[in-house]
């Protein structure tokens, strides 16, 4: 009677796995008992454009609150608006030159871009810099642009040096713009401070840096610059 309860178990045991084996026999882990893991979300590729903004304190948004009250940030928003996003660069820094500008481009050069803003000058008119520097170094910058990557549209943005330095400079200023980008096939904005230079509601108490509603007129001055080159990069 006890050899045969004995074999009864013996059978019990046996049906419980495949072969006769427990988990414990085999050290192995059943089927099905393995929480499934599920595989991180692919992340997707940013194809917007990368528009880089090279400039001055105008840029980098000297005495603003946040960032996102610059004339580049407004521009970012303007693009969503419009059906064309892009990813801003802001690499404005206050009281660049175009010296200054040219000794770090090659360094903001090392991330791919497709479209340059320059807004430089503006400190060069300032300290009364020769104009022919000023040209000199925007066509240097342009050209260490496009010997990286090649057809690379470029914006400059125009400024004015002050009046105290006469007639004869504040023209010799001015026309370097223009004739930069009519030599270089460059997009030209006339003046970027148009409509808000001198004007004190917006202007900082300094006189010289936009406020917020002033960032937000430069970049309504800027946008239809920019539109078009952003549409040709979005057209399939």
């Not at 929480?35 to 105008?58: N, W």
């Not at 960032?67 to 996003?85: C, I, K, N, Q």
């Amino acid at each position: 009677m006890l050899r045969r309860l004995s074999i009864s178990v013996v059978v019990a045991l046996a049906a419980c796995t495949p072969g006769g084996e427990t988990p414990g026999d085999t050290g192995e882990i059943p089927t099905g008992t393995v929480p499934a893991v599920e595989a991180p979300p692919a992340q997707v590729p940013d194809q917007r454009p990368v528009v880089v903004f090279v400039g001055t304190s105008l840029t980098a948004g000297l005495g603003l609150l946040r960032d996102e009250e610059t004339y580049v940030a407004r521009l970012s928003e303007l693009g969503d608006s419009a059906g064309m996003p892009f990813r801003a660069v802001n690499a404005g820094v206050s009281g660049e030159t175009s010296a200054g500008g040219l000794r770090r481009i090659d360094w903001v050069l090392r991330e791919p871009l497709d479209v340059l803003v320059l807004e430089l000058g503006a400190n060069d008119g300032l300290r009364g810099q020769d104009p022919a520097a000023l040209e000199s170094n925007l066509r240097e910058i342009i050209l260490r642009t496009r010997t990286r990557y090649p057809a690379t549209p470029v914006l400059i943005a125009g400024m004015e040096a002050p009046p105290n330095l006469g007639p004869d400079y504040t023209e010799r200023f001015r026309r370097v713009f223009a004739d930069v980008a009519a030599s270089e096939d460059a997009v030209l904005i006339p003046f970027l401070l148009e409509g808000v230079a001198g004007v004190p509601d917006l202007n900082q108490a300094d006189g010289i840096h936009p406020t917020a509603e002033g960032h937000r007129r430069l970049a309504h001055t800027l946008w239809p610059f920019l539109a078009p080159v952003l549409e040709d990069l979005h057209r399939p």
